[in-house]
């Protein structure tokens, strides 16, 4: 067998073995190319490929059939034809067991299904690979840190700021990682390609009436990773040289085709209920879904990276380089996944005024906090870790750890009892 044929487990393989077994229907949900459909095999009994022309055709004449066969029938990119969705919904309503059904999307399309499915459906989030998935390295994990035990954080690796450049424009997509140099940019390019002329109208089911404006709006997104850039800088950025502006309709309609088919994976605002705390903005942070997506539209290389040149939005943090962008981009990623993991919530903190800001927070369940700043450094200084310790006056013992992640390679706390790990020891 080969290597490629061996399945390598992903981190929602523990959720998804949780959940089939006590669900009815479960559906796995993220970009094209992440692996929804492989790691879906590995517990479908019967596959019915909706991407295939032959099944749909079958399917539009015939939907109930889709449905048949010996369970858990895996429905493979479900949004081809939305109302495989309602038939589901229906079938759960009427007694479907648990584990009859598995459905993969890589859309949410325009004309939705009629019932959202909540209480029958359950989605799982799946994005590219982790750190920690890519590695194998952790030594400190969310699921500790939430705990609050504050214990010490341990771990060694070798990995430098040049290897996590690597990693950024190494990609976690499946079919995009094992690739290097111009193989690799041109699968890169065929995915964003793909996107625009295929995904967005027939997936996410939007007319798109100038693709060339689209792609612009995508290298806007890129050039604004890791800030909280508005809408008017972000069109701006889409649009120089043109006299007239889109419409905020317009825009938005760019923005909602780029979330449905999970290409913008924006970090919502963490906004602490029970809490002291007051006039916090609520712009989401804006990313990509993999920062290898955020490099390839912004023409970035390994030395423009370590160079520290590269396209930023106009606003950006002036100390801020590309690679420091797209770094803390690799980083949200693996927390998010995670987060996801430990069943906590993820965002990014920050006053309206701009006076304090935390990278990320993940609140647990219990409603307990770890706070994040991310790093383009060996080491941290009291200026890096100035917002966390101002955090931790304000929220007291529900904040229950604080990380400052880094290059650099050795984890630790410091005396101020903050830890400091670098990016690949940090896993689940």
Known sequence: MSDSAVYRQRIVDDELTELIPDLAAVALEGPKGVGKTRTALQYARTVRRLDDPAEFAVAQAAPERLLDGEPPVLLDEWQRLPSVWDLVRR????????GSFLLTGSAVPDQPPTHSGAGRIVSVRMRPFSLAERLGEPTVGVGALLAGRREAVTG??????????DEVLASGLPGIRGLSGRARRRQLEGYLERVVD???????GVTIRNPAALRRWMVAYAAASSSTASFEKIRDAATGGEDRKPSKETAQNYRDALTRVW????????LPSGSSLRELAQAPKHQLVDPALASELLGASRETLLAGRGRLIPGASPDRTLLGALFEGLVTLSLRVYAQHNEARIGHFRTSRGRHETDLI?????????AFEVKLARTATDAHVKHLRWLSEQL???LRDAVVITTGPTAYRRPD????????????
């Not at 079938?91 to 648990?98: E, I, L």
């Open 417 to 428: 009892g903050i830890a400091v790990v670098p990016a690949a020891l940090v896993g689940p």
């Open 91 to 98: 079938r759960v309503d009427d007694g479907a067991p648990a």
């Open 362 to 370: 993940i609140e647990g369940r219990d409603g307990g906090i770890v």
């Open 156 to 165: 060694t690796t070798e990995l430098t700021v040049q290897d996590y450049a």
């Open 396 to 398: 007291g013992d529900r």
């Open 198 to 204: 295929r995904d967005v109208p027939d997936d996410a």
């Open 263 to 270: 290409v913008l994976d924006e970090v919502p605002a963490w």
